[in-house]
């Protein structure tokens, strides 16, 4: 079945540098656009950032020019670099695949930004 699972959230201070990473399983990891969500308390779940199989990318303008997405179809992994963080980027962040019509989710990463 399929999993993803998320690693590398933290706390950092503001103007920190994060790299969060999505292991995926579970299906043919290099056919699929993967995405990123994340959510912050009180607030809805909010896509910012996805990636092609063949490695295109695409970002809220909020991330663009401060995140990177990278993936590893080898490995069946995608990475997010987080750079310039901000207080408003505290949330936990998810990667997510949509599926033969079903949307997958990791169980998420925290990432805290805070001084």
């Known amino acids: 079945q399929v999993q993803l699972v998320e690693s590398g959230g933290d706390l950092v201070q503001p103007g920190g540098s994060l790299r969060l990473s999505c292991a995926a399983s579970?299906?043919?990891?290099?056919?699929?656009?993967m995405n990123w969500f994340r959510q912050a308390a009180g607030k809805e779940r909010e896509l910012f950032a996805t990636?092609?199989?063949?490695?295109?990318?695409n970002y809220t303008d909020s991330v663009k020019g401060r995140f990177a997405l990278s993936r590893n179809n080898a490995k069946n992994t995608v990475s997010l670099q987080m750079n310039s963080l901000k207080p408003e980027d505290t949330a936990t962040y998810y990667c997510?695949?949509?599926?033969?019509?079903?949307?997958?989710w990791g169980q998420g990463t925290q990432v805290t930004v805070s001084s």
């Open positions: 990636i092609t199989s063949d490695g295109a990318t």
């Open positions: 997510s695949v949509r599926h033969w019509g079903t949307n997958y």
């Open positions: 579970g299906f043919a990891f290099d056919s699929y656009t």
